[in-house]
T-cell receptor, first 117, second 114 residues
Framework: GAVVSQHPSRVICKSGTSVKIECRSL??????MFWYRQFPKKSLMLMAT?????????EQGVEKDKFLINHASLTLSTLTVTSAHPEDSSFYIC?????????????FGPGTRLTVT | AQSVSQHNHHVILSEAASLELGCNYS??????LFWYVQYPGQHLQLLLK??????LVKGIKGFEAEFIKSKFSFNLRKPSVQWSDTAEYFC????????????FGAGTRLTVKP
């Protein structure tokens, strides 16, 4: 199946700094990518949907100025957590949609564990 | 608002026991249905999906799920679980045919005792 990678897998940063997480579709072109946040023992919450070359669509309650999403190419999307606070500590998962799969399969990355100290 | 409910938070079974995990959704239109598994320390993997046709779908690793439209349900089953099935299981629903809005259930943690 298709592969989605994320980098880094873990990151620790200090409050007030910014962190960038990369999401790549390795063997397909993803016109649409998704960013999720997973809290401990909780489900995945969709943060935003990004389409290549256009602005991301954010879910209600997600601060677009805090979580900057850039989908600059068909294989790369980035999530930048700006001015991070401890409450931003979480597991962030990206997903990419493969339009060539017919059923518009979504493939998930391995996730990035962000810890803000 | 569209929602997905998974009835069991944590299920503990012995090896060879049968498994059924419940999933109900609230959206009334045409939907695509998915079950994902997340093994400890690993990423989400697709177990099976339903788009249309036979409501009984078979997935990988011996899992199957049945779509019952009248009950808005898509329960996951496996006749005989193995210790290696220990994982978190997520039901997900997406409005068909091409909607970006995939919603996940809260997840069910399955622990299989050897």
């Amino acid at each position: 199946g298709a592969v989605v990678s994320q980098h880094p897998s873990r990151v620790i940063c200090k409050s007030g700094t910014s962190v960038k997480i990369e999401c790549r579709s390795l063997d397909f072109q993803a016109t649409t990518m998704f960013w999720y946040r997973q809290f401990p023992k909780k489900s995945l919450m969709l943060m935003a949907t990004s389409n290549e070359g256009s602005k991301a669509t954010y879910e209600q309650g997600v601060e677009k100025d805090k979580f900057l999403i850039n989908h600059a190419s068909l294989t790369l999307s980035t999530l930048t957590v700006t001015s991070a606070h401890p409450e931003d500590s979480s597991f962030y998962i990206c997903s990419a949609r493969d339009p060539s799969s017919g059923g518009y399969e979504q493939y998930f990355g391995p996730g990035t564990r962000l810890t803000v100290t | 608002a569209q929602s997905v409910s998974q009835h069991n938070h944590h299920v503990i079974l012995s090896e060879a026991a049968s498994l059924e995990l419940g999933c109900n959704y609230s959206y009334g239109g045409t939907v695509n249905l998915f079950w994902y598994v997340q093994y400890p320390g690993q990423h989400l993997q697709l177990l099976l999906k339903y788009f249309s046709g036979d409501p009984l779908v078979k997935g990988i690793k011996g899992f199957e799920a049945e779509f019952i439209k009248s009950k808005f349900s898509f329960n996951l089953r496996k006749p005989s679980v193995q210790w290696s099935d220990t994982a978190e299981y997520f039901c997900a629903v997406r409005r068909a045919p091409n909607n970006n809005d995939m919603r996940f259930g809260a997840g069910t943690r399955l622990t299989v005792k050897p």
